[in-house]
Nanobody
Framework: QVQLVESGGGLVQPGGSLRLSCVAS????????MRWYRQAPGKERELVAA????????NYADSVKGRFTISRDNAKNTVYLQMNSLKPEDTAVYYC?????????WGQGTQVTVSS
């Protein structure tokens, strides 16, 4: 079965950095676009970044452009989200997503808190 397991979240001060990881299993990882979403308290889940199956193309939400970088290692079935210059408004639970044959799959999420 499809599994997505995120890690790397935590508490960081404004201006700091974190690197999130999502390890995938149960499907042919290299065939699929992968996405990172986030959901802040009281807000809807929003798309943060997406990367094409072989990593040749990436897209970002305007709010994170220039600060976040999505990447993937198909040999390790892993997608990453490097987050720099973090702001308090980046505080959220971050989720890894794969859309496979008409169905969305999600990880359990990892909490990112940006606070001094």
């Amino acid at each position: 079965q499809v599994q997505l397991v995120e890690s790397g979240g935590g508490l960081v001060q404004p201006g700091g950095s974190l690197r999130l990881s999502c390890v995938a299993s149960g499907f042919i990882f290299s065939r699929y676009l992968m996405r990172w979403y986030r959901q802040a308290p009281g807000k809807e889940r929003e798309l943060v970044a997406a990367i094409a199956n072989f990593g040749g193309s990436a897209n970002y939400a305007d709010s994170v452009k220039g600060r976040f970088t999505i990447s993937r290692d198909n040999a390790k079935n892993t997608v990453y989200l490097q987050m720099n210059s973090l702001k308090p408004e980046d505080t959220a639970v971050y989720y890894c997503n794969a859309h496979i044959v008409g169905s969305d799959y999600w990880g359990q999420g990892t909490q990112v808190t940006v606070s001094s």
